[in-house]
């Protein structure tokens, strides 16, 4: 029987019309807007000013803390100007805009595609690297990694668990990396196995994708530390918590981290953005984002340089289709709808969905049935409609010992929920509140 999480959870439509799409390149855009915040934490200082000239791979704002990472420049040009563009978020954020002249990188990075293994290396360079690479995680959430693989003290890891399980509908990006840069990630396993001191390495993936676990399994053999499983097809496998128990029957109790458990999860897109920190000394200034739709006529995955503007990715993937309704960035379940088709690409972004207007729009909304899918399908065991009904009438109080603030924001709810209730945001609505009133507690 195939592991996974024994509570709650859905199964969409997985739609992965661009699997088996092998990563492609696209002519690099006239200008870039590359965000200075591209992570959870504060956001990185710009170092560099209007007109100074850069290169691809140059740190172009540095980090303002802890919590918080290195951006670089994914081009060479001149730089116009520093200023506020919209962003997937919604808001105006402050960019870097460069005018892009030519291709030039730094002398420092290893631009062969000649596999690199040099597992020699101290736990602190290996930090350092990542540190200077600025390196977050890829899975979405986008948290600066040296932090996640900064052990507290009094606590210890056991499993390092690679996320490879790419659940959300549409998403393609993680598993054609797999495919054709599978050596290349188990190095980066190994480098983040060292730092964490972690005794195995356990790498989940969805049993959807036979071909990366084939792959993965025969050159994991090589490592004797290292085990590839194959998972039932059932979203939100990836998430974290969801992911520790598949593979390991352990439960991260309520307000905690899978450290609490002995775990460290890291994205695959992250282990391979390691590999290249390290054994490449590249920075993040590039990642693969598939671009996909029932009415996209060539599905794409693309590696594409941070700060490109969406519609160059739409573009190559065959246009806008004449009934779009909405485009997403990231897949359907979590992604979030964009203002306009020109919002930059940036670390966190794993695609560009294009729905059709009969698929973006919100579904007719009734009054609450109590029919309790919401609560048969939540992976946390929360009970959905009555923390929505809390956070209407602002009972923050009863929302925190209810543990609004374990929800995943996975949407089960929303999508199971017959009656159209918009579960899911008043959920994020009550969660922010609460966090501001918790954060105000505390200063």
């Given at each position: 029987?195939?592991?996974?999480?024994?509570?709650?959870?859905?199964?969409?439509?997985?739609?992965?019309?661009?699997?088996?799409?092998?990563?492609?390149?696209?002519?690099l855009p006239k200008i870039v807007n590359i965000p200075i915040s591209q992570h959870i934490g504060s956001p990185a200082q710009a170092i560099v000013a209007k007109g100074d000239s850069v290169k691809v791979g140059q740190l172009i704002a540095k980090s303002t803390g802890f919590v918080s990472a290195?951006?670089?420049?994914?081009?060479?040009?001149?730089?116009?100007?520093?200023?506020?563009?919209?962003?997937?978020?919604?808001?105006?954020?402050?960019?870097?805009?460069?005018?892009?002249?030519?291709?030039?990188?730094?002398?420092?990075?290893?631009?062969?595609?000649?596999?690199?293994?040099n597992l020699d290396i101290s736990i602190e360079d290996i930090k350092n690297k990542i540190i200077e690479n600025g390196i977050v995680g890829l899975g979405g959430a986008t948290f600066p990694t040296h932090v996640k693989l900064s052990i507290p003290p009094g606590k210890s890891c056991k499993h390092?668990?690679?996320?490879?399980?790419?659940?959300?509908?549409?998403?393609?990006?993680?598993?054609?990396?797999?495919?054709?840069?599978?050596?290349?990630?188990?190095?980066?396993?190994?480098?983040?196995?060292?730092?964490?001191?972690?005794?195995?390495?356990?790498?989940?993936?969805?049993?959807?994708?036979?071909?990366?676990?084939?792959?993965?399994?025969?050159?994991?053999?090589?490592?004797?530390?290292?085990?590839?499983?194959?998972?039932?097809?059932?979203?939100?496998?990836?998430?974290?918590?969801?992911?520790?128990?598949?593979?390991?029957?352990?439960?991260?109790?309520?307000?905690?981290?899978?450290?609490?458990?002995?775990?460290?999860?890291?994205?695959?897109?992250?282990?391979?953005?390691?590999?290249?920190?390290?054994?490449?000394?590249?920075?993040?200034?590039?990642?693969?984002?598939?671009?996909t739709g029932i009415s996209v006529s060539n599905p794409k995955n693309i590696l594409t340089r941070i700060g490109t503007p969406s519609d160059m990715l739409i573009a190559a993937a065959g246009g806008l289709p004449e009934n779009t309704g909405k485009i997403v960035s990231g897949g359907p379940m979590?992604?979030?709808?964009?203002?306009?088709?020109?919002?930059?690409?940036?670390?966190?972004?794993?695609?560009?969905?294009?729905?059709?207007?009969?698929?973006?729009?919100?579904?007719?909304?009734?009054?609450?049935?109590?029919?309790?899918?919401?609560?048969?399908?939540?992976?946390?065991?929360?009970?959905?409609?009555?923390?929505?009904?809390?956070?209407?009438?602002?009972?923050?109080?009863?929302?925190?010992?209810?543990?609004?603030?374990?929800?995943?924001?996975?949407?089960?709810?929303?999508?199971?929920?017959?009656?159209?209730?918009?579960?899911?945001?008043?959920?994020?609505?009550?969660?922010?509140?609460?966090?501001?009133?918790?954060?105000?507690?505390?200063?």
């Amino acid at each position: 029987m195939l592991k996974t999480f024994p509570l709650g959870g859905v199964h969409p439509k997985e739609n992965k019309f661009s699997a088996g799409k092998k990563i492609e390149n696209i002519d690099l855009p006239k200008i870039v807007n590359i965000p200075i915040s591209q992570h959870i934490g504060s956001p990185a200082q710009a170092i560099v000013a209007k007109g100074d000239s850069v290169k691809v791979g140059q740190l172009i704002a540095k980090s303002t803390g802890f919590v918080s990472a290195n951006i670089h420049s994914s081009v060479s040009g001149k730089v116009l100007k520093i200023d506020k563009v919209l962003d997937l978020s919604g808001y105006k954020q402050t960019c870097i805009i460069i005018e892009v002249e030519n291709d030039e990188w730094i002398e420092s990075i290893d631009r062969t595609k000649d596999l690199v293994n040099n597992l020699d290396i101290s736990i602190e360079d290996i930090k350092n690297k990542i540190i200077e690479n600025g390196i977050v995680g890829l899975g979405g959430a986008t948290f600066p990694t040296h932090v996640k693989l900064s052990i507290p003290p009094g606590k210890s890891c056991k499993h390092l668990i690679i996320n490879a399980v790419e659940c959300e509908p549409y998403l393609t990006s993680d598993h054609q990396l797999i495919l054709e840069k599978a050596d290349e990630i188990l190095v980066g396993c190994k480098l983040i196995q060292k730092v964490v001191g972690a005794e195995n390495v356990l790498i989940g993936i969805e049993n959807n994708k036979p071909d990366a676990i084939k792959l993965l399994s025969e050159k994991a053999k090589n490592y004797s530390d290292i085990e590839v499983h194959a998972l039932k097809v059932m979203y939100p496998q990836g998430g974290e918590k969801q992911l520790i128990k598949a593979l390991i029957k352990r439960e991260v109790p309520s307000g905690g981290l899978p450290i609490d458990v002995g775990c460290v999860v890291q994205n695959v897109g992250t282990a391979f953005a390691i590999y290249e920190a390290v054994q490449k000394n590249k920075p993040l200034i590039e990642r693969v984002v598939t671009v996909t739709g029932i009415s996209v006529s060539n599905p794409k995955n693309i590696l594409t340089r941070i700060g490109t503007p969406s519609d160059m990715l739409i573009a190559a993937a065959g246009g806008l289709p004449e009934n779009t309704g909405k485009i997403v960035s990231g897949g359907p379940m979590m992604g979030k709808a964009l203002a306009n088709d020109s919002v930059p690409i940036t670390k966190g972004s794993s695609g560009i969905l294009i729905l059709p207007e009969e698929k973006s729009s919100r579904p007719e909304h009734f009054n609450c049935i109590r029919c309790g899918r919401c609560i048969t399908v939540c992976p946390m065991g929360l009970e959905p409609y009555l923390l929505k009904n809390m956070a209407v009438v602002s009972m923050f109080e009863d929302l925190q010992k209810e543990k609004i603030l374990d929800c995943i924001e996975c949407g089960s709810c929303a999508y199971t929920c017959p009656a159209g209730e918009p579960l899911l945001d008043y959920i994020r609505l009550g969660k922010a509140n609460l966090n501001k009133i918790l954060r105000a507690k505390k200063s």
